[in-house]
């Protein structure tokens, strides 16, 4: 019987260190090179002493209770044979525990393991909080280590491409005005071979509904257009998308804390709807 554990326990110990072997990416890899002991004190500091902060970080800290509710409300932690490594109270302790303890002092490959942590055994979905007896935000706690990790570059590399395409066009996917305008035109035809005389209005001022879709629906996935199309011609909705830059509800800076960029995404959304006049912002999924 002994025999038969040792083994099963090895087995146990080969398939986790599978799942948790670190898959290459150049955003942790390449960046990892160019951080520096100081650099990273700096900004794990200047984040934990921001405004009301710190006491958003240490008070849940003191009050967790380490009670694991909130482990059986993860699926990492589920789906990983109740790793207790992957509870979202062992997340905290991996992350953020350690930052604040040690005060910033950390080497860059620390850095590198936190930002593998936060971003890529975690969706900052919160179910966890709804668990935990105290309502510990958690999903905001990782958030803001994710924010350390930005401002460091430590970010995966698409989802860094796609904030700053963003950052710089409003769009996901680096889209120009003139190929999203060509996309809903593109769309309409198709749509009026199944509806007859069916529209997608552009910049249509008063209208009841504005539509927002994400970036990547004019970029490689433009049948989903056709199919919102027929969705409101059917059912008979005032509706309109919008003719100018802000029409990406694609918000990707939210994902790695890009307050910047995540702001003047919803800013831009917002400032269509005020300009046309609309009395409903519908967005994509």
């Known amino acids: 019987m002994a025999e038969v554990s040792a083994k099963e326990n ?91 303890k040690r005060k910033g002092k950390v080497s860059p490959e620390f850095m590198k393991q936190v930002a593998r942590i936060v971003f890529c055994e975690c969706n900052l979905c919160r ?17 803001m280590v994710r924010r350390m990790c930005f401002l460091l570059g430590l970010v995966p590399q698409n989802i860094l491409d796609q904030t700053n395409s963003l950052s710089a066009t409003l769009t996901q996917l680096w889209i120009t005005q ?8 593109w769309q309409e035809e198709e749509v009026r071979a199944d509806i007859k005389n069916a529209r997608i209005p552009i910049g249509k001022e008063g209208a009841e509904v504005m539509w927002c879709p994400l970036g990547t629906e004019p970029k490689v996935a433009a049948y989903h257009i056709a199919r919102m ?23 990707m800076g939210m994902f790695i804390r890009d307050m910047e960029t995540m702001q003047r995404v919803v800013r831009g959304i917002f400032d269509n709807a005020a300009r046309l006049r609309v009395k409903r912002i519908v967005l994509t999924e």
């Open 10 to 100: 090895v087995k146990k110990k080969d398939w986790v260190e599978l799942k948790r072997k670190p898959v290459k990416d150049p955003g942790f890899d390449e960046t990892v090179k160019t951080l520096t002991p100081e650099k990273i004190e700096k900004v794990v500091n200047a984040v934990l002493n921001a405004g009301k902060n710190s006491g958003r970080f240490i008070a849940p800290l003191e009050t967790c209770i380490h009670c694991a509710l909130c482990s059986e409300a993860c699926h990492w932690y589920l789906s990983h044979d109740k790793d207790p490594t992957y509870a979202p109270v062992a997340k905290v302790k991996m992350t953020l525990w350690e930052l604040i």
């Open 127 to 143: 179910r966890c909080s709804m668990y935990c007896p105290f309502g510990l935000d958690v999903a905001y706690q990782i958030g």
């Open 178 to 185: 003139a190929d999203w305008i060509d996309s809903i035109q």
């Open 229 to 251: 199309a027929k969705i409101m011609n059917v059912a008979g909705i005032d509706w309109t998308v919008p003719a100018e830059d802000g029409w990406d509800s694609a918000n």
